[in-house]
């Protein structure tokens, strides 16, 4: 026998998605119950302050389920009318198609790609839990809240999950609690010929609590595993429901015909009248109304957390204003000073070091200035340089500045989100620049939030020498920079290094990419007004003795070559002019009047960088060159590699004389 409360979320969903002409009732249908008992009994969060820092998150990990999200934030007295659900997957409305963060009031992450959300979550307990050490105090925790994930069987087939759940057993992470949908459907139908694994021995092995065999449907039972896993606090917890899609459904319940198509006028008259919903499309009774509403519950909940967190403030003032100000997202009063002279440091030095070095030196700047900086690598550690002096490994017993994500770079991207997401933490996570294509849907996925967690990637080009074509990125930086809102940065010495990492944490709305060699690089001396056009984008970093006849454009190792290259056209009365793009993503976004200064149109271009040449004829031009690399490499030494493929000061004379017709 269904529920009331229950059948309130079936027939919104249903409703919504008929009127829609689009969308899947079948999982929100399916799992009605156990949205009913998590968000009425047990979900703490306030309705009227969506962004509570002490509240619980609520990840619906397989997101194409929206419905079921829209109709408990409607329900639960959120920022979400009728008419908002009336818009479903509508123009600009509230209810996209797939939960979108920053549309909508209580969508915690934006899901849809299957096995991001349940990472995003585990981003998300991990968050909780480096916060709970670092700011809890005995008798004040202020940081103690659960993350609550559904998800189905789609989420469970991507690899990602494997990855995020396993590191979730081994970092202990007893806050996350995931609640499976079990319903043996997909899109193909049932999963029996694609999908036969032991999900409940399967997470055992990953060091998960496990409830198994739940009724779905039975609020009695859920209520019962989601107490029971609230009271083991040194696991994570996934408890499986075995429900049925569409659940409810006069006729096509149990079918994977409800998974992602309208029921139609007739199912639906039928599934009212099996439920015995004498209501009209969208009508919701008051008194179903009063059994949902969290406005109540949740304010207190959050007067209760305020007088504590008060008292808190009263006997740790800088802890308090420093938790403030991390969750505000806000830098530190001193952030910019101490850049500055951080900045002026490091052009003293004019150190001659891999980009990659350059990377760590400014890591152990920033440790020091932002405390909320959280690092990690994808076991690549010693080879990413991404350590610093007081770095710490975060472990099943520690909280700690430091994640070793192991061999899991798409699930280190998508949990470096969730940290983003929970607030209070500014994460970055590293591997080789080859493998951000593991990682690809998850920086998407940042970029299209808005969000700003910090992507580093080591062993830039050809460079990286004798691993050989399998390791060396050839078009991955300009697949890159084709994200939108996604800035990409490839530094060319120390000092465009620092200017990245700084600039990525100033970032308030978009991602970065930020790329280091694994070859020495010589360091570029700069004026004041130079290293200020350097958060530019691109700017003129040696300009040619005399009138320019032409522009060299170059990135990170190939602009010591352009200057090199400079050099020997000079001997030839030949001057032209040296452009350091570090980030195009910004040079884009500067007036025309700076670029125009910074490229003229009237001389020839020609851009050098070791990768596909794709991307920069804009910048070039029609009368411009492109010097770069439109094949796969080889596996040799580095000098020799560049030498083989025109990364030579001979070759680029040549190309700029070919423009020049010398």
């Known amino acids: 026998m269904t529920s009331p409360t229950a059948n309130a979320i079936r027939f919104l969903a249903i409703d919504a998605i008929q009127k829609a002409n689009s969308g899947h009732p079948g999982a929100p249908m399916g799992m009605a119950e156990m949205a009913d008992v998590l968000w009425r009994e047990f979900l703490h969060h306030n309705p009227a302050n969506p962004y509570f820092a002490n509240r619980d998150r609520f990840v619906l990990s397989n997101g194409h389920a929206s419905m079921l ?28 198609g797939h939960p979108e963060y920053g549309y909508t009031d209580g969508v915690e992450t934006t899901t849809g790609p299957l096995g991001q959300g349940i990472a995003n979550a585990v981003g998300m307990a991990l968050a909780e839990k480096i916060l709970a050490e670092q700011f809890n105090e005995p008798n004040f925790a202020i940081v103690d809240h659960h993350t609550y994930v559904f998800l189905g069987d789609g989420c469970l087939m991507e690899g990602i ?7 979730a057993g081994t970092l202990g992470l007893g806050k996350l609690i995931v609640l499976y949908d079990d319903n043996n459907i997909s899109i193909d139908g049932k999963v029996d010929g694609w999908f036969t694994e032991n999900i409940p ?18 609020t009695a039972a859920i209520r019962a595993a989601i107490a029971e896993a609230k009271a083991e606090i040194g696991k994570p917890s996934i408890i499986c429901c075995k429900t049925i899609i569409g659940k409810g459904a006069a006729n096509k319940a149990g079918s994977h015909k409800t998974h992602g198509s309208p029921l139609g006028a007739d199912e639906i008259a039928a599934t009212r009248a099996a439920l015995n919903w004498q209501y009209p499309a969208f009508e919701i009774p008051q008194s179903i109304y009063d059994a949902w509403s969290a406005k109540a ?12 967190f008060a008292r808190y403030r009263a006997q740790y003032p800088e802890k308090a204003a420093e938790f403030e100000r991390r969750m505000a997202n806000r830098l530190p009063e001193n952030f910019n000073a101490d850049i500055q002279a951080a900045l002026a440091t490091v052009c003293a030095k004019a150190e001659t070091i891999a980009t990659r070095k350059a990377s760590q030196n400014s890591i152990e700047i920033l440790a020091h200035v932002l405390p909320e900086l959280v690092g990690g690598s994808a076991d690549l550690t010693p080879s990413n340089l991404t350590d610093w002096s007081a770095s710490r490994a975060v472990t099943a017993s520690s909280g700690g500045n430091y994640i070793h994500y192991g061999v899991r770079e798409f699930g280190m991207a998508a949990m470096m989100n969730g940290l983003t ?8 996570g590293a ?67 620092l200017a990245a990492w700084a600039h990525a944490a100033r970032a308030a709305d978009h991602p970065s990419c930020l790329i280091f060699s694994r070859q020495n690089l010589p360091f570029m001396p700069r004026n004041a007004a130079q290293i200020a056009q ?5 700017y003129l970093l040696r300009e040619g003795e005399g009138e320019a006849r032409a522009v060299l454009i170059a990135t990170g190792s190939e602009v010591a070559l352009a200057i090199d290259a400079q050099a020997a056209l000079a001997k030839q009365g030949i001057a032209v ?41 804009k910048y070039v031009g029609s009368n411009g060159a492109i010097i770069g690399i439109d094949h796969f490499g080889e596996s040799a030494p580095a000098e020799q590699l560049f030498h083989a493929f025109g990364f030579t000061v001979e070759h680029v004379v040549d190309v700029v004389k070919q423009q020049l017709a010398v």
């Open 534 to 538: 350097i958060e530019r984008g691109g």
């Open 297 to 308: 519950a949740g304010a207190q909940l959050e007067n209760e957390w305020n007088a504590l």
């Open 577 to 617: 002019n040296v452009v350091s793009m570090p980030n195009t993503f910004l040079f884009d976004r500067q007036e025309a009047a700076y670029r125009t200064d910074v490229l003229p149109p009237h001389l020839p271009r020609i851009a050098i960088e070791a990768g596909v040449t794709n991307g920069w004829h």
């Open 201 to 218: 021995e399967r997470f055992a092995a990953y060091g998960w609590h496990v409830v198994p065999k739940i009724d779905g449907h039975d």
């Open 431 to 497: 591997t080789f620049l080859m493998f951000s294509e593991y990682a690809r849907n998850a920086l998407r996925m940042a970029a299209l939030m808005k969000i700003n967690p910090i992507f580093v990637f080591t062993h830039d080009s050809i460079g990286l020498g004798e691993d050989g074509p399998t390791h060396q990125p050839i078009e991955q930086t300009a697949t890159l920079r084709l994200i939108p809102n996604m800035s990409v940065w490839r530094p060319c010495d120390t000092v465009e290094s």
């Open 69 to 96: 999200l829209y109709s408990l934030l409607h329900l639960s007295g959120y920022q979400v009318s009728t008419e908002d659900l009336k818009n479903f997957r509508q123009w600009h409305s509230k209810t996209p």
């Open 161 to 167: 999950s494997h990855e995020a759940c396993s590191l």
């Open 421 to 428: 997401l929970h607030g209070g933490i500014k994460p970055f």
